[in-house]
């Protein structure tokens, strides 16, 4: 049967495998961890990142990532945005074909502003890929490990790309859409993950779900009017990569930011919250990012600069909180128009 090399045996890429080996592939698990590959190959368990879910037996983890890439068409990248440059300048020294990158990370470096597949673009060697595909959506691992419905998008400039990768990971449980807009797309995946840190402050200070629904709405509006100003379309943040995967991440324990977020709103340190989950919170580096990002394209993002002040500058959660809820009044609809003009004007 044909292999597919996942790098990364976190969560989600531990999910992901699962899929594909559903689907019949022979999967090669990447992690740099010996003692979790022989977790995986001997127990068919990943405790750590997956609690209780059985491993099917033709997914192998290895920590030899030549071995792991040796001959695959298809490799699915799943590590933190912060290894991803990394990763990619090791594979540079491991492959020997041309391959599709798929990649499942949601982030935008700080510094540089950049999205995951312009990072890979700039550190992989343009001879070993022929494409670089997102998925993305709204998609707890756990869920997806226990064969829940879900359903994601692959996005490409590339369509017939695209449905390559649909074809290897859709199956009745796990359905996939394609996308043309790989701005729009990235954007919202990672974006999503600061409102999320702003749903759980609004939780762990004990408010309600009218201040929740109103944080996720104006986190929209947000997300759309910095996504629509790198290009993005508009539309993509009313789809799955948008409105889906901000429900699902504002709104579940299973999502990391959300938990930190949470804890951050009972008055916990942001440095003791990162030490007591033990896994990445991307919406924690992606603030940084956004809120710079901010700056430079001159966009408003009110809920991004606060959730910035609560993490990097100590600012007390409940104070944050009343600021954006004391703000200057404005039409709802402002936002909308403006978004649709700056579309029309491109």
Same mark, same amino acid.
Request: glycine letters at 8%; one cysteine or more.
């Given at each position: 049967?044909?292999?597919?090399?996942?790098?990364?045996?976190?969560?989600?890429?531990?999910?992901?495998?699962?899929?594909?080996?559903?689907?019949?592939?022979?999967?090669?698990?990447?992690?740099?961890?010996?003692?979790?590959?022989?977790?995986?190959?001997?127990?068919?368990?990943?405790?750590?990142?997956?609690?209780?879910?059985? $491993?099917? /037996?033709?997914?192998? @983890? !290895?920590?030899?990532?030549?071995? #792991? *890439?040796?001959?695959?068409?298809?490799?699915?990248?799943?590590?933190?945005?912060?290894?991803?440059?990394?990763?990619?300048?090791?594979?540079?020294?491991?492959?020997?074909?041309?391959?599709?990158?798929?990649?499942?990370?949601?982030?935008?470096?700080?510094?540089?502003?950049?999205?995951?597949?312009?990072? $890979?673009? /700039?550190?992989?060697? @343009? !001879?070993?890929?022929?494409?670089? #595909? *997102?998925?993305?959506?709204?998609?707890?691992?756990?869920?997806?490990?226990?064969?829940?419905?879900?359903?994601?998008?692959?996005?490409?400039?590339?369509?017939?790309?695209?449905?390559?990768?649909?074809?290897?990971?859709?199956?009745?449980?796990?359905?996939?859409?394609?996308?043309?807009?790989?701005?729009?797309?990235?954007?919202?995946?990672?974006?999503?993950?600061?409102?999320?840190?702003?749903?759980?402050?609004?939780?762990?200070?004990?408010?309600?779900?009218?201040?929740?629904?109103?944080?996720?709405?104006?986190?929209?509006?947000?997300?759309?009017?910095?996504?629509?100003?790198?290009?993005?379309?508009?539309?993509?943040?009313?789809?799955?990569?948008?409105?889906?995967?901000?429900?699902?991440?504002?709104?579940?324990?299973?999502?990391?930011?959300?938990?930190?977020?949470?804890?951050?709103?009972?008055?916990?340190?942001?440095?003791?919250?990162?030490?007591?989950?033990?896994?990445?919170?991307?919406?924690?580096?992606?603030?940084?990012?956004?809120?710079?990002?901010?700056?430079?394209?001159?966009?408003?993002?009110?809920?991004?600069?606060?959730?910035?002040?609560?993490?990097?500058?100590?600012?007390?959660?409940?104070?944050?909180?009343?600021?954006?809820?004391?703000?200057?009044?404005?039409?709802?609809?402002?936002?909308?128009?403006?978004?649709?003009?700056?579309?029309?004007?491109?």
């Amino acid at each position: 049967m044909e292999a597919v090399a996942v790098l990364g045996a976190g969560s989600w890429g531990t999910a992901l495998s699962i899929v594909l080996a559903d689907n019949g592939y022979d999967v090669r698990l990447w992690t740099h961890r010996s003692s979790l590959a022989d977790e995986i190959n001997n127990k068919r368990t990943n405790e750590k990142y997956l609690s209780g879910i059985t $491993i099917p /037996e033709n997914i192998q @983890a !290895e920590t030899d990532l030549e071995s #792991v *890439v040796k001959d695959v068409r298809h490799v699915v990248l799943v590590v933190p945005t912060k290894a991803i440059r990394e990763v990619c300048h090791e594979l540079n020294g491991v492959l020997d074909q041309t391959v599709t990158i798929t990649h499942a990370a949601k982030g935008i470096e700080p510094e540089t502003y950049k999205r995951v597949s312009e990072m $890979i673009r /700039e550190e992989l060697k @343009a !001879e070993l890929y022929d494409d670089v #595909v *997102v998925l993305s959506g709204p998609s707890h691992a756990e869920e997806v490990s226990l064969r829940q419905p879900t359903t994601v998008t692959v996005s490409s400039e590339q369509l017939e790309k695209a449905e390559a990768v649909q074809d290897l990971f859709i199956n009745r449980q796990f359905r996939v859409y394609t996308s043309p807009d790989v701005v729009g797309v990235e954007l919202g995946g990672a974006l999503k993950n600061i409102i999320a840190l702003g749903a759980g402050i609004s939780d762990g200070l004990g408010y309600g779900d009218n201040a929740k629904a109103a944080l996720i709405t104006r986190g929209l509006a947000e997300i759309a009017r910095l996504g629509t100003s790198m290009g993005a379309n508009p539309l993509t943040f009313s789809g799955l990569t948008g409105i889906g995967d901000l429900i699902v991440t504002c709104t579940s324990s299973h999502s990391r930011n959300w938990r930190a977020g949470y804890k951050l709103g009972q008055g916990h340190k942001l440095e003791d919250v990162l030490e007591q989950m033990g896994m990445v919170v991307e919406g924690v580096r992606t603030t940084k990012a956004a809120y710079q990002l901010s700056n430079t394209q001159n966009v408003e993002m009110p809920i991004t600069k606060g959730i910035y002040k609560i993490l990097f500058d100590q600012e007390d959660p409940r104070d944050v909180v009343d600021q954006l809820m004391t703000r200057i009044r404005r039409h709802e609809m402002e936002d909308l128009t403006n978004i649709l003009d700056e579309q029309r004007n491109d």
